[in-house]
């Protein structure tokens, strides 16, 4: 499991992330929701060890982060940021070769190739494995971005609004995908999400954050509460149970 104790992180006089303990349990989905500034994205990049913390601890199975390699790190946990900016044209299928590159360092083997055809079809780009990124679609890049993660074959996949600019019907399809990559392949799966309907149904765990501290974390089914999403976010929200989701009523 991922556990964070006590960590913060500064910029100049503002606290972004301030003393925050949290466990993230294996194989499931937990959400990072909350206002703009609530240190959500500060958080996923302190744990994937993209940026430094100021203080605190991050234990991955047990071993502080600042401890691992950052190759052995890479074997572990993958993370996908808002923006993906590559500056070179990629197709598809060498995209998610570059998820290879911390066991390959760029000589792929059988065994690579292996992983990345596997990630290719989960995701279901084979007809499109050939096109440029930059002839996609804005849910068929995101897919590819995931495959690439796919590809990594890390136990624990962090992601940073990636449903970012999609529509609805691509958001859904990313989502089911999440899900079944916890589910069917044991994944442990870390999303930022702005779309709280969507961290409710979807996702096993939530974490709710605001100005840069932890306003409760658990089930989903008891973090999509009134009281709390009402102190989380400085708004009246109502919930109805719809086909068995709570679904957040926000807009009058």
Do not use: W
Request: aromatic content about 6%; hydrophobic content about 40%; glycine content about 8%.
């Amino acid at each position: 499991m991922v556990e964070v104790r006590g960590v913060s992180k500064r910029y100049g006089a503002k606290n972004v992330v301030e003393d925050v303990s949290i466990s993230i349990a294996k194989g499931r989905i937990t959400s990072f929701i909350g206002p703009n500034g609530a240190g959500k994205s500060t958080l996923l990049s302190m744990i994937s060890r993209l940026i430094t913390k100021d203080s605190g601890e991050i234990l991955i199975d047990g071993q502080e982060i600042g401890r691992s390699k950052s190759n052995d790190l890479a074997k572990k946990i993958s993370i996908l940021k808002q923006t993906n900016h590559i500056n070179i044209r990629l197709n598809v299928r060498e995209l998610v070769c570059f998820g290879r590159f911390p066991y390959s360092q760029g000589r792929l083997t059988a065994q690579d190739r292996k992983f990345v055809d596997e990630a290719i079809a989960y995701m279901e780009l084979e007809d499109i494995e050939d096109k440029y990124l930059d002839e996609l679609s804005g849910g068929q890049r995101q897919r590819a971005y995931i495959a690439m993660v796919l590809a990594q074959n890390t136990e624990y996949i962090l992601l940073d609004e990636p449903l970012n600019n999609l529509d609805m019907k691509h958001s859904v399809q990313i989502m089911k995908v999440l899900r079944k990559m916890a589910d069917e392949l044991g994944k442990t799966i870390v999303l930022v999400l702005h779309d709280i309907n969507f961290a409710s149904c979807y996702s096993d765990c939530i974490v709710a954050l605001k100005d840069g501290k932890v306003v409760k974390e658990g089930l989903t089914e008891d973090i999509v509460d009134s009281s709390l999403l009402r102190e989380v976010y400085d708004m009246d929200i109502h919930i109805e149970t719809i086909n068995g989701n709570k679904i957040c009523m926000f807009y009058g």
